[in-house]
C-alpha cells in the first residue's frame, strides 16, 4: 500500500471533523511522525470509532414524523375517549383521552390537541367510548414463520443440523411469510414478535423484531422492525449508529443431540474464545491506527471473520441475547461464561428455576437478565419440573424484569395476553402483568423506543379492547399496526361486556402462603389436603350449583337475587342445608362445634372433569421413565405374540399414577376433581402416538391410589381410535411417515364388523364399540375425515342392526359438518377448546371474534350436537375454569355460565358414559367469587363419597 502522504492528509482531516474527535487528534500527531498513512485511513479510522458507538436508536429518534415503515395510503386516525394504558413508568401510567395515529407513528396521547389533527385530510376517527387502549403486544419468544401453520414437512425451519453453534445463521432466511399464525396473533392484539431460531443448538442463529402485518412488499425483510445495517452485508457506513442486533442462545436438554450440557458450555467457550480473538486483533489493529502507527500495521485488513463477527458485536455489547436457560445448574454455567467473556445477557427464556436462584442471576455480566417465562405451562419435561406459577410474582419481588411469552407454536400465539392474566391471577400486580407483554418485552430487547409503549414518536401499534386487558377473554376490537387497521369491520366483538365492571382490573386470590412454600421446598411443595369428617359451615356463599337426582347441575341458590349471602351447611361430607344462616344454623345437631369456613362471597359448585391429556399416565410428558412407555404398533406388525392380540389393546387403569403433580393441581387448584385419561398422547412435534391407544379410565384427581375408595370412577371407561392424516414431521411414533388414512379406516371398519375373535381384547372390544355398549372415542380432526366416519357409523349400524356411540374428539373442523354431526348423534369434544390450526387437517378453524362471529362451540350446540371440551397436555387441566369462561365470553352472549360448566362437567359425563350421581358427586368451594372468575380460589372439596370435606392446606 504505497502511498503519496501530504495531498489527502489535508483532506482527511476536514473530512474527519465529522467523525470523532479522537480520530482527527490522531491525524495531526501522524503528521509530525513519518508513518506511512494507507489510501484507505478514513475508512479505517471510521470503522475503528464506530466499534466504540453504543448500539440504539439516534437522538433524533423520537422527533420523527413520518415512520420507515409507513405505508402510503394509510390514514391517519384519531382514538377518541379512551383509558390509555401507556406502558410508561413500568406500566403504572394510565391517561384518559384520545390517542392520535399519522404516517405510522403515534404522534400524539392524552390531551390531543385540536389544532394537530384539524388539518390532517381523511382523519379516521374511532370513539373508544371510554374502552382501554394499549400499545400492541411484543411477544419476544416466538417461532412465527419459521414453524408456519399448518406445520408442514417443507416447512420445519427452526434448527441447524450443522453442530451446536451457528451463529452466522439468520431466522430471516427461514422465516416464511404464509403462516396463519400471523393473523391469529394480531386478534389476540399481538402485533410484534421477535422471531426465533429453535434452541436445538447452542447458538442457533440471528433472530429478528418482526411485525405481524402484512406489508404491501410481502417480503420477510419487510416486516423486520428496524433491520440491523448489516442486514445486507458487514459492510456499513460507519457513521451510521449501530441498531440493536438479536441472537438466540440455548443451553440444557435441548442440545444433548450434540453432547451433555459439558460439551455445551465448551462449545460456549470455544466459539466465544475465537470471537474474542478477532475483536482483540480488531482492538489492538485500532489501537495503532487511532495512535497513528502505520507502519505496524502496514498491508494489513481490517481483521475480521465472517463466521465470528455476530460474537464479536455481542462482545461489544451490541447485541441482545435471548438465551433459553432452565435450570440452577445451566444458569450457572453461562453466568460463569458472561463473566469470563463480559457481555450481557438480555434475557433467559424459560428459566423455570429463575425464581429460585435470583441472586445467581445477579451475577450476570452486564446487569440482570429480563426472565421470559410462561404462566402456567411446566412439567412438560424435566428441567421444566420445579417451574412455577408463582414465578412471576416472585421474581418481580426481587427486582428482576419479567417478559411473558408463548414460544408459539407451543402456546398459540393469539393468546399471548392470556400469559399476562395468568401471572396476574397467580400474584403478579396488573401493571407489571401488561408490561410483561409490552414495555418490559420491548425495553429487553432495546427496541422501546418504538414498540411496546404509547408515547409520542412510537410506532403507530394500538389495541383497542373489549374489556380491561387483564380480564379473561379480553378481545382486541381493532388493532393498528404501522397505523394500519387489522381486523375486519363486520364481527361483534365484547357482546355481554356493557357493565362498568369488566373495564377494571380483576381481583386475584392472595397467594402469599403458597408463593413462601414453592421458594421453601424448591418448587415442588407438598400438595394435600387437610380432611374434616365432621359439620362444616360455609357462611357468605353467593352461589350453589349441585347435581340433582338425574345427575345434571341445578342452581340451588344465587345470593344477589336471595338478597342476602348464604350459608351452607356439609355434615360427613353431604351437603344438608343451603340456605339464610337462620334456617340452616337453626337446627343444626353436631356433637362437636363446627368448622365455620368464611367463602367471602364464594360458590360451591360440582367438581369438574377433564378429558384428552395423558393426566395421570405420566409425571413428565418428556422423560419415559416417568410414563407408560411406548405402545406397540399393529399397524407395523410388532405388537408381541404373548399379547395374543392383534391390535395390541392395553387398559390406561393398568398404567394409572396417583398424585402426579398436574392431578393435584387440577384438583387443589382448579377443581377438576375426575379425569378420563386413554394411553393416546399427541405431541407437537411428533403426532399421535398410536392408531389403536386402547381403553380410558376415569379417576379421581385427588385420590392417592388405585385402591382407596372412590379413586377409580370406572375402570373402562370407552375405546379410542385415531384416525388423520400423517404427521407432517414425527410421524406415528416418529417412525416415518405414518400409515395411511384409508388404512386406519380400513381397519376400523374390519374390526367394528367383528374382524377379530370376541376371546381377544380386541375383538371383545371392538365389538362392544359396534354394539354401543361402550364409547368409541375417535380422535379425529379433518371434516373430511369425519365425514367418511359418519358413513362408517352408519353402515356398521346397519349391517349389525346397532347403535354406536360415537365421540369426536379433537374435532377442529367439526363446525364444518354440525349438522350432519348432530343428526348422527354423534358428540364432540373440541379438544382444545379454543382452535389452533396445527396440521393440515386442522386448518379450516373457526377462530371467533374478533374474525368471526361463530365459534366451533356455537356452531356445533346451535345444531343441538352435544359438546365437551378437553386438555391436549396434563398442565392445561388446571386452566379448565379458565377454558369454560373463554367459551362464554366468546360466544358474544350465547353461551351463558351454566352451558359453560356443563363442558367440563355433565357434558363430558354424558359422552363418555360416566354419569356420576349426586352421592357421588364431588362438590368444590371457592371463595372470593363464581368458580368460572378470576377472583375466586379452591378452599375445600366436599365429599360425600368419601363422607368428609378436604381442604386445601
Ligand atoms: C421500573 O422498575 C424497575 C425495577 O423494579 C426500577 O428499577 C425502575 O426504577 C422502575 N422505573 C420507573 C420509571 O418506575
Ligand atoms: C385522502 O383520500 C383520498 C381518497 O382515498 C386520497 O386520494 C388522498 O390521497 C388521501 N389523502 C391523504 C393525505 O392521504
Ligand atoms: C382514507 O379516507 C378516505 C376518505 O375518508 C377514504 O375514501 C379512503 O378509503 C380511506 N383509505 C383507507 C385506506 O382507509
Ligand atoms: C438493504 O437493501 C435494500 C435494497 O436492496 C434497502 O431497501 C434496505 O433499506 C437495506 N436495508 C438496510 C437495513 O440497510
Ligand atoms: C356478525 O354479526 C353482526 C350482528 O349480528 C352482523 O351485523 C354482521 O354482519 C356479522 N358479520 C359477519 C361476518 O357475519
Redesign the pocket.
Do not use: A, F, I
Given at each position: 500500500m504505497t502511498t503519496k502522504r501530504r495531498p489527502w492528509v489535508v483532506g482527511l482531516c476536514a473530512l474527519f471533523a465529522a467523525a470523532t474527535i479522537l480520530a482527527s487528534n490522531v491525524l495531526l500527531s501522524s503528521q509530525t511522525r513519518t508513518e506511512r498513512i494507507p489510501k484507505n485511513a478514513q475508512e479505517i479510522l471510521g470503522r475503528c470509532s464506530s466499534l466504540r458507538q453504543a448500539a440504539g436508536p439516534p437522538p433524533s429518534f423520537a422527533k420523527r414524523e413520518v415512520s420507515d415503515r409507513f405505508e402510503p395510503?394509510?390514514?391517519a386516525t384519531l382514538i377518541r375517549n379512551a383509558r390509555i394504558w401507556t406502558g410508561v413508568d413500568n406500566g403504572t401510567q394510565v391517561l384518559h383521552g384520545d390517542v392520535l395515529l399519522d404516517r405510522g407513528v403515534v404522534k400524539a396521547v392524552g390531551k390531543v390537541d385540536r389544532r394537530l389533527y384539524a388539518p390532517l385530510?381523511?382523519?379516521?376517527v374511532v370513539d373508544a367510548k371510554g374502552a382501554w387502549v394499549t400499545p400492541g403486544l411484543v411477544d419476544l419468544h416466538s417461532h412465527v414463520g419459521l414453524l408456519p401453520l399448518p406445520s408442514m414437512r417443507a416447512t420445519f425451519d427452526v434448527n441447524s443440523p450443522h453442530g451446536p453453534v451457528v451463529p452466522w445463521l439468520r431466522a430471516i432466511d427461514g422465516f416464511n411469510t404464509h403462516d396463519e399464525a400471523f393473523q391469529l396473533g394480531i386478534a389476540g392484539g399481538v402485533t410484534s414478535v421477535q422471531a426465533l431460531p429453535g434452541s436445538g443448538n447452542a447458538i442457533g442463529g440471528q433472530a429478528f423484531m418482526m411485525k405481524l402485518r402484512r406489508t404491501s412488499d410481502r417480503s420477510p425483510s419487510s416486516m423486520i422492525l428496524e433491520p440491523p445495517h448489516s442486514i445486507n452485508g458487514t459492510s456499513v457506513d460507519s457513521l451510521l449508529p449501530p441498531r440493536w442486533r438479536h441472537m438466540k442462545q440455548a443451553c440444557g436438554e435441548n442440545i444433548k443431540w450434540y453432547g451433555t450440557r459439558m460439551d455445551t458450555v465448551w462449545a460456549f467457550r470455544q466459539a466465544y474464545n475465537e470471537a474474542r480473538k478477532v475483536k482483540n486483533a480488531q482492538d489492538d489493529f485500532c489501537m495503532k491506527a487511532e495512535q497513528g502507527l502505520w507502519g505496524s500495521i502496514e498491508g494489513q485488513a481490517f481483521p475480521d471473520d465472517y463466521r465470528w463477527e455476530m460474537l464479536v458485536d455481542v462482545l461489544r455489547g451490541r447485541v441482545k441475547i435471548s438465551h433459553h436457560c432452565y435450570e440452577a445448574v445451566d444458569f450457572d454455567g453461562i453466568v460463569r461464561l458472561t463473566n469470563e467473556f463480559q457481555f450481557p445477557i438480555a434475557l433467559f427464556h424459560h428459566a423455570s428455576e429463575a425464581y429460585l436462584v435470583p441472586d445467581l442471576l445477579k451475577r450476570t455480566w452486564g446487569g440482570t437478565p429480563a426472565i421470559a417465562i410462561f404462566a402456567t405451562n411446566h412439567r412438560y419435561k424435566r428441567e421444566s419440573y420445579r417451574g412455577s406459577e408463582f414465578a412471576p410474582r416472585i421474581l418481580a419481588d426481587n427486582d428482576i424484569r419479567v417478559v411473558m411469552k408463548t414460544d408459539h407454536p407451543v402456546i398459540n400465539e393469539r393468546y399471548l395476553l392470556n400469559e399476562a392474566q395468568q401471572a396476574h391471577y397467580y400474584g403478579l400486580s396488573p401493571h407489571l402483568a401488561l408490561a410483561a407483554v409490552t414495555s418490559t418485552a420491548a425495553t429487553a430487547v432495546g427496541m422501546s423506543h418504538r414498540i411496546g409503549v404509547l408515547r409520542t414518536g412510537a410506532d403507530a401499534d394500538v389495541v383497542l379492547w373489549d374489556s380491561h386487558p387483564l380480564q379473561l377473554g379480553a378481545t382486541p376490537v381493532k388493532v393498528w399496526i404501522d397505523g394500519?387497521?387489522q381486523l375486519p369491520e363486520d364481527v361483534q366483538v365484547g357482546v355481554g361486556k356493557e357493565e362498568l365492571e369488566w373495564k377494571k382490573t380483576p381481583g386475584v386470590p392472595d397467594w402469599g402462603k403458597e408463593r413462601r412454600e414453592t421458594v421453601k421446598w424448591e418448587g415442588l411443595p407438598p400438595l394435600k389436603g387437610r380432611t374434616e369428617e365432621g359439620t362444616v359451615v360455609f357462611t357468605n356463599v353467593g352461589r350453589v350449583w349441585a347435581k340433582d337426582e338425574e345427575g345434571d347441575i341445578e342452581e340451588l341458590l344465587r345470593a344477589d337475587v336471595d338478597s342476602e349471602m348464604a350459608t351452607v351447611v356439609v355434615q360427613k361430607g353431604v351437603l344438608v342445608c343451603a340456605g339464610s344462616s337462620l334456617s340452616c344454623l337453626h337446627n343444626l345437631k353436631s356433637s362437636s362445634p363446627p368448622e365455620i369456613v368464611d367463602l367471602q362471597g364464594g360458590t360451591i359448585a360440582p367438581g369438574l372433569m377433564t378429558y384428552g391429556s395423558p393426566l395421570g399416565m405420566e409425571e413428565i410428558p418428556s422423560e419415559p421413565s416417568t410414563g407408560n412407555g411406548e405402545l406397540y404398533d399393529p399397524f407395523s406388525g410388532d405388537v408381541p405374540k404373548i399379547m395374543g392380540d392383534t391390535a395390541g389393546v392395553t387398559r390406561a387403569v393398568d398404567a394409572l399414577q396417583f398424585g402426579t403433580r398436574d392431578a393435584l393441581l387440577s384438583y387443589y387448584r382448579a377443581g377438576v376433581t375426575v379425569a378420563t385419561s386413554s394411553l393416546s398422547k399427541t405431541t407437537l412435534f411428533v403426532g399421535p402416538n398410536s392408531i389403536i391407544p386402547g381403553l380410558s379410565a376415569t379417576f379421581r384427581t385427588g385420590a392417592t391410589n388405585a385402591l382407596e375408595g372412590g379413586a377409580l370412577v370406572k375402570e373402562v371407561t370407552a375405546l379410542h381410535v385415531t384416525i388423520g392424516r400423517p404427521h407432517p414431521i414425527g410421524g406415528r411414533n416418529g417412525r416415518g411417515p405414518g400409515v395411511s388414512v384409508s388404512t386406519e379406516i380400513a381397519a376400523l371398519r374390519r374390526l367394528l364388523l367383528e374382524g377379530e375373535s370376541k376371546d381377544t381384547e380386541t375383538g371383545r372390544w371392538f365389538r362392544k364399540a359396534a354394539e354401543g355398549t361402550i364409547p368409541l372415542v375417535i380422535d379425529v380432526s379433518s371434516a373430511d375425515i369425519m365425514a367418511s366416519l359418519l358413513k362408517l357409523k352408519e353402515y356398521i349400524e346397519e349391517a349389525r342392526g346397532t347403535t354406536m356411540r360415537i365421540v369426536f374428539s379433537h374435532a377442529t373442523e367439526a363446525h364444518l359438518l354440525a349438522q350432519k354431526i348432530a343428526k348422527a348423534r354423534v358428540g364432540v369434544i373440541l379438544i382444545p377448546s379454543r382452535p389452533f390450526p396445527n396440521v393440515w387437517d386442522d386448518r379450516r378453524i373457526l377462530p371467533g371474534p374478533p374474525l368471526t362471529n361463530d365459534t366451533t362451540l356455537v356452531k356445533l350446540m346451535n345444531h343441538g350436537v352435544t359438546v365437551a371440551i378437553g386438555a391436549p397436555e396434563g398442565w392445561q387441566a388446571v386452566n379448565t375454569r379458565w377454558d369454560l369462561t373463554w367459551a362464554a365470553l366468546e360466544s358474544n352472549g350465547r353461551i351463558d355460565e351454566q352451558q359453560a360448566y356443563a363442558l367440563a362437567s355433565t357434558n363430558l359425563e354424558k359422552l363418555l358414559n360416566v354419569r356420576i350421581p349426586k352421592d357421588k358427586a364431588d362438590l368444590v368451594a371457592y371463595t372470593g367469587g363464581s368458580a368460572l372468575s378470576m377472583s375466586s380460589k379452591v378452599a375445600a372439596i366436599v365429599s360425600p363419597e368419601r363422607g368428609m370435606v378436604e381442604f386445601v392446606q
Open positions: 395510503g394509510t390514514n385530510e381523511n382523519l379516521t394500519v387497521q
